[in-house]
């Protein structure tokens, strides 16, 4: 007969334990859609007075002078994203990419269509987005928990392996207003990957940092979307959205462009750019010779 009892447990806690360990893991299921964007758009209203402050802004209104031009930053938006997929958000400055990103966050709320998101997200839409810089990178690691609704007790689990891997040991008291920008984005990029969320967004954060730990993040994204976390990310870098990307949706004044194979869609983007006329920066002022 089978020993199965040992020191301190009981046969049936003994059964109970090889029942967990012999309990196959779970699948991950990549038809399962995490992120459902759904004919969206989002507007803007722009003010036609260019109010220099709030003061100017309050006498405009009470005087009934303000006045608001539409802006549409997106418009109709729709594609899928599903578990373990990874989503590069491409396109020149101002055609939308980071407005769309806010979108999915839910910091932004569509005029038209819907968003549907199963599971949690991790943002990092910015590089300080969400830290007191008064405050250490020990406090602002427990407020961005609390942020992302995770309780103390699994902070404190997760506290050294974010620290460690943002490299801020010797740095871990002190405030984050005496921190670079490179530190901070670390200090972000671990706290968003460390905590095991299922959709992880991120804004041009690996443009930040030296080009070794630009190599370590990707390894890290790497890790997460083997483990089936899903990621969207912005970034201007041709060759880090065909690295760590599978998709792309190129963005232009609002509108798709394309959507697809990510390598495919950065070529056609970046061939395009190509074509663009180079605006001027400065004109040619005349002068006369001095007779």
């Not at 967990?20 to 003010?47: A, R, Y």
């Not at 392996?161 to 670390?186: C, H, Q, T, W």
């Not at 609002?254 to 950065?266: L, P, Q, R």
């Amino acid at each position: 007969m089978e020993n199965r009892t040992r020191i301190g447990m009981s046969a049936d806690a003994v059964e109970k334990r090889q029942s967990i360990v012999d309990k196959p893991e779970k699948k991950i299921d990549k038809n399962q859609i995490m992120v459902d964007v759904n004919d969206v758009s989002v507007m803007f209203n722009l003010s036609k007075n260019h109010e220099e402050g709030v003061k100017e802004y309050f006498i405009n209104r009470i005087k009934g002078r303000v006045g608001y031009d539409e802006f549409w930053a997106l418009r109709n938006i729709s594609f899928q994203v599903k578990k373990g997929d990874s989503l590069a958000l491409i396109g020149r400055n101002g055609s939308g990419k980071s407005t769309l990103l806010k979108t999915v966050a839910g910091i932004i709320t569509p005029a038209r269509g819907k968003i549907q998101v199963n599971g949690s997200i991790a943002p990092l839409i910015e590089i300080s987005g969400g830290f007191d810089r008064m405050l250490s990178a020990r406090e602002n690691v427990f407020l961005a928990g609390t942020m992302h609704g995770h309780t103390r007790k699994y902070m404190k689990k997760k506290f050294d392996e974010i620290i460690e891997f943002a490299e801020l040991e010797k740095f871990v008291d002190v405030p984050l207003k005496n921190y670079s920008s490179g530190m901070i984005s670390r200090l972000g990029f671990a706290i968003a990957t460390c905590v095991n969320a299922d959709i992880v967004i991120a804004d041009e954060v690996l443009a930040v940092g030296d080009a070794r730990f630009r190599l370590k993040c990707e390894k890290r994204i790497n890790e997460i979307l083997s483990g089936g976390t899903t990621f969207l990310l912005v970034s201007h870098s041709a060759s880090t959205v065909k690295k760590i990307c599978k998709k792309a949706l190129w963005l232009e004044k609002g509108k798709v462009m394309a959507y697809g194979n990510a390598v495919e869609i950065t070529d056609q983007y970046t061939n395009y750019v190509k074509k663009l006329p180079t605006r001027k920066t400065f004109s040619a002022v005349k002068t006369r010779e001095p007779r």
